[in-house]
């Protein structure tokens, strides 16, 4: 018998924990392998949703919002957090207003890559001097990281709410949808939790752009210290066992969470040593926002850790049907 990763999770929950707390993981881990987890997936797009709102926030305040469009993503990103609080009451916010505002969050994030990749262009040089002006420019990648919200609250508006699990209705349905031949719609698939191995693509890519950014944002520094190669080191990790996964049921419940685990717990890392970066800056915690805007970037390690986050939710995801 192969290993299955909620399995194991759920029989070692219930080994270790008490009976009252092991059910509970048992139950939260089946509501995501069958895709009924609409509110909680709203409520984490509405906490990144307001910590990317916050970065981009001030970044393009170091701009001086020189370009009108510098604005959009911080108005955006409240409004892709209030389309998840009303996801979390009502199912009509998370399956409308919710996948809006993702929409057109996700193509705010492409515009701003646009913009950003103009703005290499535009520095002295240009390409030609490609690595200057990238490490000098406007961060490449840093537009399409923004959309990682968006990206979860676009998949949420699609996933089934908590109580619709186990009820007759959603078990003749499940029923029909195994039995139909064919490939089943990715709507289908992405209702009944059988997204792994796009997941696990997004979690590829994801991870590549982050990886990058970390290199750069720590090369201006000179890797001042050596922790600060630790995102680096764990990018072509996440990234082969995240390109495995995609092929490889086994590598999607042994390689990807470990590697994914690793990338939450770097984040959390990473928060701490650029928290404590900006209250050792001049005037410390009595200057907080300014230390905060011109300090390290703040949340920056929690868009890694948002890596790790879509390579341990894929994990515990069912695969497409063939």
Known sequence: MSFVLTTELERTAKRVLPKRGGDFVANALEHIRRGCFQRSLCLVVTTTSIASGIEVGYEHYRG?????????????SGVVAGAGISGIFSRWGARVALRVASIITLADGIIGFFFHVRGIARKPGG???PITNIVMGPPIFAPLLFG?????????????????????????????????????DWREDLRYGRFQKHLAMVTFFWALFS???????????????????????LTPLIMASA????????????????????ALVNGAVGFYFHARGI?????????????????????????????????????LLRRERK
């Open 211 to 233: 990886g990058f950014e970390a290199w750069y944002s720590h090369y201006k520094s000179n890797f001042r210290y050596r922790v600060q190669w630790s995102p680096v080191i």
């Open 64 to 76: 001086s919002y020189s370009n009108p469009v510098m604005y959009t993503p911080v108005i955006l």
């Open 127 to 129: 390409w030609g001097l």
């Open 279 to 315: 209250f050792r800056r001049p005037g410390g915690a009595k200057k907080p926002l300014y230390n905060a805007l011109y300090g390290p970037p703040i949340f920056a390690p929690l868009l890694f850790a948002a890596c790790g986050f879509l390579g341990m939710m894929a994990s």
């Open 148 to 184: 990682t919200s968006a990206y979860l609250g676009l998949m949420a508006s699609y996933l089934r709410r908590e109580e619709e699990m186990g009820t007759a209705i959603e078990r003749a349905r499940e029923t029909v949808i195994e039995l139909k031949p064919g490939k089943t």
């Open 243 to 262: 390109a495995g996964a995609a092929k490889s049921r086994r590598m999607a419940n042994t390689a990807l969470p470990a590697a994914s685990a690793l």
